[in-house]
């Protein structure tokens, strides 16, 4: 039987493009929320026996997940086979210790929620930075794409003579990897963080690039803050203005409105969370995992 394929907040062209990918069914279903919040789900397609494919928008993630919970457990009570949960970007990653007394490491506390509700996980660039896998704090299985392949090809398609820059230290696994695809040189910069919206960046000592374009990649453009600041520096060596790709369009309060006034040429990113800069499609990337479960 075909998977049936359910849409939790999902960009609606990668929800299409993946149903055909795999040659899915569109699940017909209601998700309803009532005048005082509380929510309502009923499904009306024929569960018993078949895989069911949830493809997932969680950025600003709380009013979202108690409805995907529900979706999950009317799916088991309707006799589904398998729950596959499809988050191109994964929420609760920021918290992976704890910091100061008393803080709740939600990350954890996040893994094991989604752990008791669906059967297999598949996500991409997750921000792992003090974990060396998912499978530290996930107890199923779980496969992470990197979307370092799309945004080489998309950089080898745009842009002439690129420099990859990594703004600090945990963006150097993407500057370097994306470098290697597109044969390109590359530097990562050092970053001090004083609070959300308050961070420097080092001078990147680019002297032998002026004639380069510069690119900056991150997992994550949430405040800005550090494409801007990168963007600063590079502009006082007398580089070009750079363009700035994130595979994760968060854009927080007046970080898009910012990063245009700065001196910066283009702000790309994927299309993981649906967002006017989305340029680079990960659909291929996620209808290839979907062929492998």
Not at 161 to 173: C, K, M, N, R, T
Request: charged residues 20%; proline residues 6%.
């Amino acid at each position: 039987m075909k998977p049936l394929f359910f849409s939790h907040n999902g960009n609606p062209e990668l929800f299409n493009t993946l149903i055909e990918s795999v040659s899915g069914e569109a699940a017909e279903y209601e998700n309803h929320e009532f005048p005082d919040g509380e929510s309502y789900v009923r499904i009306y397609s024929t569960c018993a026996g078949r895989d069911a494919i949830i493809l997932g928008d969680l950025h600003r993630p709380n009013p979202k997940i108690l409805p995907l919970v529900f979706l999950c457990e009317t799916l088991r009570s309707e006799g589904i086979a398998r729950i596959v949960l499809v988050l191109p970007y994964l929420p609760y990653m920021r918290q992976d210790i704890q910091f100061h007394p008393g803080e709740g490491v939600t990350s954890r506390f996040f893994a094991a929620l989604l752990s008791r509700h669906v059967d297999h996980l598949i996500t991409i660039d997750p921000h792992l930075h003090r974990y060396d896998s998912l499978d530290e704090i996930y107890s199923i299985p779980s496969q992470v794409l990197a979307a370092t392949p799309c945004i080489a090809e998309w950089i080898h398609q745009q842009i002439d003579a690129p420099l990859i820059v990594g703004p600090d230290s945990e963006s150097e696994q993407w500057a370097a990897r994306t470098a290697e695809i597109v044969d390109c040189p590359y530097i990562v910069l050092e970053k001090t963080r004083f609070g959300d919206r308050d961070v420097e960046v080092s001078a990147p000592q680019a002297e032998d690039y002026l004639n380069h374009t510069p690119v900056l990649i991150d997992d994550i453009i949430s405040t800005g803050r550090t494409m801007i600041k990168t963007a600063e520096a590079l502009q006082k060596e007398g580089l070009k203005a750079p363009v700035c790709i994130g595979v994760h369009a968060l854009f927080s309060g007046d970080a898009l409105s910012a990063m245009r006034a700065a001196p910066i040429d283009r702000i790309v990113t994927c299309n993981t969370i649906a967002h006017e800069t989305n340029a680079i499609d990960i659909a291929g990337l996620l209808g290839q995992a979907l062929g492998t479960v």
